[in-house]
């Protein structure tokens, strides 16, 4: 039986990168990625994709449940984003359009948008590991376990880059523009996951205050 799939924990709009001394534990970075939001349930045996609005992507993206059953190496629940990347390797941005024509009601087009616009699962956090809930936990320790669980698992899953420096975060808000990401988002170190709520900070790119 696939974990429960919680509601997502959201972000709040902010004008600028915040300052990590102001935060208990301090606060890491890292992209804000412009795709569909999903929490991946993998039991061993059932993968299930659910949307931020706690709807099934799971029959949308049949490239992804394949890899997922082959790749991921123990039961988890992980929250990340799908994500279409398009052009040549070492100069791909983000597709938005293309991922959106995913959703089709046609499963014969499903398919044939399976193998022509592959998505990709960018990890950001794990709920869960095995028999371990771990959304109690700090994300520090989330952090460290999702990236043990998943550091060397293959293409199309990945994890994303963080940083703990406010000044990269704030570089990353101009490099990023160019690839198709939509901001930075800030965590603090030391919170729970809490679904459904607004305890992390989004910078959106052109509207940040530096």
Same mark, same amino acid.
């Given at each position: 039986?696939?974990?429960?799939?919680?509601?997502?924990?959201?972000?709040?709009?902010?004008?600028?990168?915040?300052?990590?001394?102001?935060?208990?534990?301090?606060?890491?970075?890292?992209?804000?990625?412009?795709?569909?939001?999903?929490?991946?349930?993998?039991?061993?045996?059932?993968?299930?994709?659910?949307?931020?609005?706690?709807?099934?992507?799971?029959?949308?993206?049949?490239?992804?449940?394949?890899?997922?059953?082959?790749?991921?190496?123990?039961?988890?629940?992980?929250?990340?984003?799908?994500?279409?990347?398009?052009?040549?390797? %070492? *100069?791909?941005?983000?597709?938005?359009? /293309?991922?959106?024509?995913?959703?089709?009601? @046609?499963?014969?087009?499903? !398919? $044939?948008?399976?193998?022509?616009?592959?998505?990709?699962?960018?990890?950001?956090?794990?709920?869960?590991?095995?028999?371990?809930?771990?959304?109690?936990?700090?994300?520090?320790?989330?952090?460290?376990?999702?990236?043990?669980?998943?550091?060397?698992?293959?293409?199309?899953?990945?994890?994303?880059?963080?940083?703990?420096?406010?000044?990269?975060?704030?570089?990353?808000?101009?490099?990023?523009? %160019? *690839?198709?990401?939509?901001?930075?988002? /800030?965590?603090?170190?030391?919170?729970?996951? @809490?679904?459904?709520?607004? !305890? $992390?900070?989004?910078?959106?790119?052109?509207?940040?205050?530096?």
């Amino acid at each position: 039986m696939p974990y429960e799939i919680p509601a997502p924990m959201l972000a709040k709009a902010v004008p600028q990168v915040p300052d990590p001394a102001k935060y208990d534990g301090g606060l890491s970075y890292e992209p804000k990625w412009d795709g569909f939001r999903a929490l991946v349930s993998w039991d061993g045996s059932d993968v299930e994709i659910g949307s931020r609005g706690a709807k099934p992507l799971t029959r949308y993206f049949p490239e992804l449940v394949a890899s997922f059953a082959e790749l991921l190496p123990e039961p988890c629940l992980i929250d990340g984003e799908v994500v279409v990347a398009r052009g040549e390797a %070492g *100069a791909q941005r983000l597709d938005w359009e /293309a991922l959106s024509q995913r959703i089709h009601p @046609a499963a014969s087009r499903v !398919t $044939m948008l399976s193998q022509q616009t592959p998505a990709m699962f960018i990890a950001f956090d794990l709920l869960a590991r095995g028999e371990r809930d771990l959304q109690d936990a700090p994300f520090v320790e989330r952090r460290a376990q999702l990236v043990d669980l998943l550091g060397s698992v293959a293409h199309p899953v990945h994890v994303t880059r963080t940083t703990d420096d406010p000044d990269r975060a704030r570089r990353w808000l101009a490099e990023f523009e %160019g *690839a198709g990401l939509d901001g930075v988002v /800030a965590k603090p170190l030391a919170q729970p996951y @809490a679904p459904g709520k607004r !305890t $992390m900070f989004k910078i959106k790119i052109g509207r940040a205050h530096v």
